[in-house]
């Protein structure tokens, strides 16, 4: 068994965003030492604990940090290019300290070229949509299109 199905189960896109619309609706505050609580489990409240809620990973009690920090969800996802982009996919920055690596939730392009509309979860700031320059404002060069192993492709 692969670290990544060992990760979590199958789970299809429309679960993941409306998992991910769930912390939208709760308007969750960023913090990288607080847990947020609600019918999906209880998770970190940072980026990596964000997207380890959408995707249906392990939080507490079975994974004591409330999910995967950024460098172990790069563990349980594939390298894709952006133009195979679909919803619930990861634009993601996992080098770095916990200062600069962060991921974003990929919502659908925007009509703006060279835009797109992600899920984020950042500090300083409480869960929302907004839309992004591809692949991310600050240090572009160093954040890449993953795609978690266990989502149902229809």
Not at 91 to 99: P, W
Not at 129 to 147: C, F, I, K, N, W
Request: positive net charge; contains cysteine.
């Amino acid at each position: 068994m692969t670290i990544a199905r060992a990760a979590g189960r199958l789970i299809s896109r429309s679960e993941i965003v409306e998992r991910a619309c769930s912390w939208l609706r709760d308007s969750v505050p960023y913090s990288q030492t607080k847990f947020h609580q609600n019918e999906h489990g209880i998770y970190r409240a940072d980026c990596s604990g964000f997207v380890s809620m959408a995707w249906g990973l392990p939080g507490k009690p079975e994974q004591r940090h409330g999910g995967l920090d950024t460098r172990g969800l790069v563990l349980v996802s594939s390298l894709i290019r952006p133009e195979d982009l679909k919803a619930g996919d990861v634009i993601i920055r996992a080098d770095g300290t916990n200062q600069t690596r962060h991921v974003v939730i990929f919502a659908a392009w925007a009509e703006e070229p060279g835009h797109y509309w992600a899920y984020e979860q950042a500090g300083g700031q409480r869960t929302r949509l907004r839309s992004v320059v591809y692949p991310y404002e600050t240090g572009a060069e160093l954040y890449t299109p993953r795609r978690y192993v266990n989502v149902l492709e229809p």
